[in-house]
């Protein structure tokens, strides 16, 4: 007679190896087991969700998918006093990812907003466990990047997978959905590089060496040998590429520390800094029109008079926060402080506090213009409305009266559409697991927002009354503020990759548009 523990202990193994079936008997007999205990303990019970999950993630089973959800989500609180909340949350995900997957009407409604809701859930829930974990699970980044992944939002996806592969490197699971969301950064931005196939290829060998269940191994062997192929075909050798590498590798060395903080952070807004380090990705040189190949449309030109401004605010932003918080490089700003009173221990006031401020501000004003340029691609608002980026999509005042713009927004399909609206849903204030960056923008903009040391605070005495305060570390709005320019970042490609689709959509209906950067900085082609 075994006991729930040793069931599902054996349902862990066979799933590592691959063999679905025999992991589901056991499962069913562990849930059988634990259903007959009056006090089941939390941890099986945990346990016997997230296998509940996985089985039916790989049968196609919503019914066990569901079962496993209402174990997690009824018993939460329960279940959290006994087993890592970051955990609990990523198993939601999971379950929440499957049943996206399943739902068989989404190839009718075809890939947009209104379709993406129980990926948008999945996406919280997988954002819950990132914000909770302490950073050592490189599963979790994992699946986080899958999901971010699948509402194309690839740059961030990309940053995830190298997450996991800096806490552990070489992670099998990391590099095989690595190559495949470069293969689907190539989709979405409809560029293809030699150095985005070497990358790729890096990664499937990578991920074919590593330590995979089988069906994943096979899944690595099939995308390498492809990529290889690929690669013949244009003429590439081992030795080529050999060389290729090590010329890479000696430009990327040769970065100024401003700039490899920039490409660490997934900072550069230029599409060949997400997977390489050499000059050629050094200007930021992302534009509306592909590298190679044309695009057509009248309002190109007029998204790209706007990506221009959103680049030029997101270049000072980002040398902003660089400036308030890396001491190497930084500008020399004692002649321009100025004096201030003493009014409690610890507040950081100042040219660097200040800068950090800005740089969190300038960061949701490059979003609001991001609504503008949407607004202005598909015409869906009169110029006199104001835009917030994480509101404007379904606005309050047609709820009820047809919903125009939400209608036609659904009407789009278009893949870096999609991507801005799940970005949007992060700020919402209700349920979007960045919504409170929303608060901290109005407490800088209408309200006070106090930034302090480790200690201290704003005494009694000097906190006013009718002005909305908030306080918060240095540290820790430093922090949060680089998420907020990554965010922004990965808006602003997810902007450039919807306009440019509309544009490849627009060729043979009007002049075709080739337009050659003004290279302002030093690089290649
Ligand atoms: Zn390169």
Not at 63 to 80: M, N, T
Not at 287 to 298: D, L, Q, R, V, Y
Not at 498 to 516: D, F, K, Q, Y
């Amino acid at each position: 007679m075994t006991d729930p523990n040793a069931e599902l202990a054996l349902a862990d193994q066979l799933l590592d190896q691959s063999d679905a079936s025999g992991a589901l008997d056991h499962t069913l007999r562990a849930k059988e087991q634990l259903s007959s205990q009056a006090q089941p303990s939390p941890i099986l019970l945990g346990h016997l969700a997230g296998r509940l999950i996985d089985c039916g993630s790989v049968f196609r089973r919503p019914d066990l998918v569901l079962e496993g959800l209402a174990i997690l989500e009824s018993r939460f609180d329960e279940l959290k006093q006994e087993i890592q909340e970051a955990s609990l949350h990523c198993n939601i995900g999971n379950a929440k990812q499957s049943l996206y997957d399943f739902d068989g009407s989404r190839a009718q409604q075809g890939f947009n907003p209104a379709a993406i809701t129980t990926l948008i859930e999945a996406k919280n829930a997988y954002w819950k466990a990132f914000r909770v974990s302490d950073g050592s699970d490189p599963q979790l980044f994992v699946n986080l990047a899958n999901c971010l992944d699948r509402s194309s939002r690839v740059v961030e996806a990309l940053r995830c997978y190298d997450l996991a592969l800096t806490v552990t490197p070489g992670f099998a699971m990391a590099e095989l959905n690595r190559g495949m969301a470069l293969q689907t950064l190539n989709e979405i931005a409809g560029v293809y590089t030699i150095s985005l196939l070497l990358e790729a290829l890096r990664s499937f060998r990578a991920a074919e060496a590593g330590n995979l269940p089988p069906h994943l191994r096979e899944a690595a062997r099939h995308q390498r040998v492809r990529t290889e192929s690929v690669l013949t075909r244009l003429g590439w050798s081992e030795d080529r590429a050999r060389e290729y590498d090590e010329q890479h590798r000696l430009e990327a060395d040769a970065h100024d520390p401003y700039w490899r903080f920039c490409l660490d952070n997934f900072l550069a807004l230029s599409e060949h800094a997400l997977y390489c380090r050499c000059v050629g990705a050094r200007r930021d040189d992302l534009s509306i029109p592909k590298p190679t190949g044309s695009i057509a449309g009248e309002f190109v030109p007029r998204l790209e008079l706007l990506l221009n401004r959103m680049k030029s605010e997101f270049c000072l932003a980002r040398a902003l926060y660089y400036q308030a918080t890396r001491a190497p490089g930084q500008w020399d700003l004692e002649s321009f402080e100025g004096t201030f009173s003493e009014l409690h221990e610890g507040e950081e006031i100042g040219l660097s506090s200040e800068f950090l401020r800005t740089s969190f501000r300038l960061c949701f004003g490059i979003l609001d213009r991001i609504a503008q340029g949407v607004s202005e691609l598909y015409a869906l608002a009169e110029p006199e409305e104001a835009l917030y980026f994480e509101s404007f999509w379904r606005p309050a005042h047609q709820r009820n009266k047809g919903e125009e713009r939400w209608t036609k927004i659904n009407q789009q399909n278009n893949w870096g559409l999609v991507a801005l609206y799940s970005i949007a849903t992060d700020l919402n204030t209700k349920g979007g697991e960045w919504g409170f960056f929303k608060k901290h923008r109005n407490s800088l903009e209408h309200g006070l927002l106090v930034l302090t040391g480790d200690s201290g605070g704003v005494p009694a005495l000097a906190r006013p009354e009718r002005i909305l305060l908030e306080e918060l570390t240095f540290a820790a709005f430093a922090e949060q503020t680089l998420y907020m320019l990554q965010l922004t970042a990965s808006a602003i490609f997810s902007f450039v990759f919807c306009a440019r689709a509309e544009g490849v959509r627009s060729l043979g209906e009007g002049p075709a548009i080739r337009m050659t950067m003004d290279k302002k900085d030093i690089g290649k082609d």
